[in-house]
């Protein structure tokens, strides 16, 4: 069975500070892994990652995949309140366009 | 104006009653999703939807049924509800072809007393 899970499931920091969120993955005919950003209410999108060792980035988020380890990882540098929410990982499941969601990592950032 | 969207956003039903949730999208894609959230669990797969003939049952359909009436639309129906089914419930899009990225409606807080 497919599976996608989370770690840490909540985190508190304060602003300033950088966390890693990890995402590890089983699944079969792997694809991708995509990370969600979810605040009040719909998710949205942050990035796709199909080859191991190329970061993507976006501001102080960046995001790395690691094959061999079948993990991910979502780094946020200079935290700030805004980046509170929760983050969702996700693998298309069995190589379809279906999607498997972690439980989520609920960061709080706190002024 | 918002590319996938969610009638209605928020719902309180009875226990037993039925209820449908309507979702739209004007992005022309032809995949289309049903999830709920609940505290703590993630995004739960209930149905979906590869094209107007195709509806397939996702891991949590018992209770659930679904109709895609159109390319752009595709309604939940609970035929029954039941207070387990309280939750946030969103509809989502995505492109063919390997396109994984998918695009969500803004939800529906359904309580079901």
């Known amino acids: 069975e497919d599976k996608v899970v989370q770690s840490p499931l909540s985190l508190v920091v304060h602003e300033g500070d950088t966390v890693t969120l990890n995402c590890s993955y089983e699944?079969?005919?792997?694809?991708?892994l995509l990370w969600y950003k979810q605040e009040k209410k719909a998710p949205t999108f942050l990035f796709m990652l199909?080859?191991?060792?190329i970061e993507k980035k976006s501001g102080r988020l960046s995001s790395i995949l690691d094959k061999k380890e079948l993990s991910s990882i979502l780094n946020i540098t200079a935290t700030q309140t805004g980046d509170s929410a929760i983050y969702l990982c996700a693998v298309p499941q069995g190589g379809s366009e279906k999607l498997v969601f972690g439980k989520g990592t609920k960061l709080t950032v706190n002024p | 104006d918002a590319d996938v969207t969610q009638t209605p956003r928020n719902r309180i039903t009875k226990t037993g009653k039925r209820i449908m949730l309507e979702c739209s999208q004007t992005k022309g894609h032809d995949r289309m999703y049903w999830y709920r959230q609940d505290p703590g669990l993630g995004l739960r797969l209930i149905y979906y939807?590869?094209?107007?003939?195709?509806?397939n049952k996702g891991e949590i359909s018992d209770g659930y049924s679904v109709s895609r009436q159109a390319q752009a639309k595709f309604s939940l129906s609970l035929e029954s509800a039941i207070p387990n089914q309280t939750a946030l419930y969103f509809c989502?899009?995505?492109?063919?072809?390997?396109?994984?990225?998918?695009?969500f409606g803004p939800g529906t807080r359904l309580t079901v007393l």
């Open positions: 199909t080859s191991s060792g």
């Open positions: 939807s590869f094209d107007v003939k195709d509806i």
């Open positions: 989502a899009t995505s492109g063919a072809g390997g396109i994984y990225e998918q695009f």
């Open positions: 699944v079969t005919n792997f694809r991708s």
